[in-house]
């Protein structure tokens, strides 16, 4: 008399499902608080894990072993209060200098890449378009994540003999040069001409489309990269804006130093090295420092903080599913106390009524989990259709979910199935 | 024709212990029961019919003594060990059917043999020829709610021998049943006895225990009087013979 596992696993499972089947209604009942735990786990954490995702993305293009400092318009207050607007050049932010002594004290870097960036209009032959000109080095596109689609970048030639050369980015290229190559046509930047050698694309844009908060016309990476000393030479280190009938010019040197550390270790001694340096020689505090490494942390912090969270809300609604079931499992079983008795009767051991009972609960928690898991996945689907956000959908939430809802039967049902097969078969029989 | 007896109890005592008052529900039973037995339980009561026949059935241990089982020593064997000789050498019928009700007849006619690691599938023929022995070979779908009590009565016998029994435990078979149905019941109890069976029943009615080749009569926990039933035995006899001829005939 050796049981034969799976057949008889098989048969009990049909024997649960049949005895569930008879009461399809209270059966659904008890399934919906583990449906519900489940798919409010998946689809939350699908929500999260997306949100978290894009802040993340965004982050890590900034290069986790980069540190990103960058001018800040600050004017000390008593000068912009009494003086007369029009004469006065703001002067602010880090400059060549900056760059240099930075490079030279502090450990562990490895390049600077500094950055002018000017807004401008760009024409060539009638056609204008807004655009963002960038002064910069060779090193842009390794450092920054440029594709050439094109030509060529920027060289230390054109650095060093100041040419008048630019790449530009394949949107801009679109809008510019209906139908035409691009390549060595001469674009007119206020006075001054520039040949295109290169197109490019700047790394995360390949689908993007312009958003709202762009100006019309203008899409988001409309931009010209032009050697930095070509930059200075023909449009000097003052920027004038006219807005509001009167003359804005501001003094800024460099707008942007992305510093590239030899690895994102040397990233955490540097951070106030660089601090101190700059601090030596800015008075005012007309700069700020980005450091993608830390960022990167603190959205890896948050998402855990709301894991935890989620856990936690998730962990509580299976709980009570798992309370709804034992409770309907305790009623179950005084129901069917004389079918107790008669199975203990006719052969069945005290194991046979505990797994029959057991078995009864899995179904329903893990039928409940099923369909926790089809439900869960479809609705980020909606919240993407519906809200617009992005969600991700991770294999170990669903394993997870399914996981818990599976154990939640095992735990909740233990103690009806045991208070079925501890009772009594002669008390059994007798019970009406 | 003398062989192992099929039940013997030697000083069989039952105690229920309540705490302040003890129940002596069995005294000292001394009992055999051969092979092909058909024996009627009689007594008042609360005389102890009830505890005998649920000890007899391996649903409870006895307090004191011994009892054998088909030459086994049972009284005090483990929970786990009473289930399997219940699945295996004991079949039961009870005064109010017992069947299970989500289960159709032949379904609950196969439950024994479902603790035992056997199919539906594999024993169907077995289950269907037990339903037809019993006339209820077109019923075979039919839940125990769709059935007289008679029916439902004849179900609980086919599931009683479909683990082929060492013996058949009927406690009031027919209690809940009118005098007609009772008789017929009582009927396939004979036919059932004359093909081999042993049966021990516990019952009330002079005319049940009429049937019975043997009727105990039991009295605040004692056999009061042991006796045999000639009549009924020679009856057997004759049917028994009549039995055999049809067999050769065949
Ligand atoms: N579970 C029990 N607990 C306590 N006393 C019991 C129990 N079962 C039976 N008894 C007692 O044992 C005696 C015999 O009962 P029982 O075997 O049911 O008698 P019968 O079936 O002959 O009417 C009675 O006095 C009864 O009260
Ligand atoms: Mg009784």
Redesign the pocket.
Known sequence: MKPIIPIAFVRIVQLGVKSLLLHKMRSALTMLGIIFGVCSVIAMLAIGEGASHEAQEAIKKLGSSNVIIRSVKRTPENNSAGQSKRSFVAEYGLTYRDAARLQATIPGIRRVLPLRIMRDDVRFSTISHPCQIIGTHPLYPEINGLDLLAGRFLTETDETYQNNICAITLSLAESLFTGQNPLEQEVKIGPNYFRVVGIVRERGTEQKRPQSGATEGQTIDANVYIPLSSARSRFGDVIFRRSAGSFEAEKVELHQLTLQFENPDSVETAVPLIQRALERFHTLKDYELVVPLELLRQAERTKRIFNVVLGSIAAISLLVGGIGIMNIMLATVTERTREIGIRRALGAKKQDITTQFLVETVVLSVGGGLIGVLVGVTAPLLVEQIAGMKTIITWWSVVIAFGISALVGVVFGLYPARRAAGLDP??ALRHT | MKSQPIIQLEGLTKT?D?GEVQ?H?LRGLNITIDPGSYVAIM??????????L?ILGCLDRPTGGRYWLGGDDVSTLEDDALSIIRGQRLGFIFQSYNLIDQLTVVENIHVPLFYQGRDLEQCWDQCVQLAGLVGLGDRLDHRPKQLSGGQQQRVAIARSLVNDPLLILADEPTGNLDSQTGREVLEVLGRLNAAGKTIVL?THGEEVAARAHRVIR?KD?LVDRDELNRKSVAAAAHVATAHADAAAAR
């Open positions: 002669i008390e | 229920y309540l129940v529900a007594g008042a009561s609360g005389s102890g019919k009830s505890t005998l649920n516990v039991m926990g």
